[in-house]
């Protein structure tokens, strides 16, 4: 539409299936780039890709056109594709379904993207499962812990 200018921030995230410990470092910056690069050829600006061995945050720039839910489902499906032609893995890499969508204001995006860039200092103290039930309780998203991840304890 003629006229209109927004941008929207996002923050992606999900996880491993079965929360494993299965995104390495030897190689888990070339699958965040890959994703980094996905996002961009949806049009979109990736601000920071990054994560642990069982989860990853994306923060985007979202234009309004692309659906969150589209850009994440394009996101998993590529990259776990990716995952497994490269064989960076014995057996089938895949993500858990489903994942958090969390909004943030332009004068939000240092610090979030410091909090993502520090996700492993991060979770030297918090667990994801943790992380997780704090960004939900800090958004004020109602859940119904059955649908949420699978749990490692």
Known sequence: MAG??????????????????????????????????????????????????????????????????????????????????????????SWQEGYGAFSYAHSQIENVYQYIANQEEHHRKKTFKEEYLDFLQKFEIEYNEKYLFEWLD
Not at 24 to 36: I, L, S
Not at 40 to 56: E, L, R, S
Not at 59 to 83: E, H, Q, T, W
């Open 4 to 93: 209109t200018f927004s941008q929207i921030y996002i923050q992606y995230v999900f996880a491993v299936k079965g929360r494993e410990n299965l995104l390495q470092k030897p190689w888990r910056d070339e699958v965040f780039k890959y994703m980094a690069d996905i996002i961009k050829g949806k049009n979109q600006k990736p601000i920071i890709v990054n994560g642990v061995a069982d989860h990853v945050h994306i923060f985007v720039g979202l234009k309004p056109a692309m659906s969150i839910s589209d850009l994440v489902r394009d996101i998993k499906n590529n990259s776990s594709n990716f995952i497994n032609e490269q064989k960076f893995i014995k057996g089938k890499f």
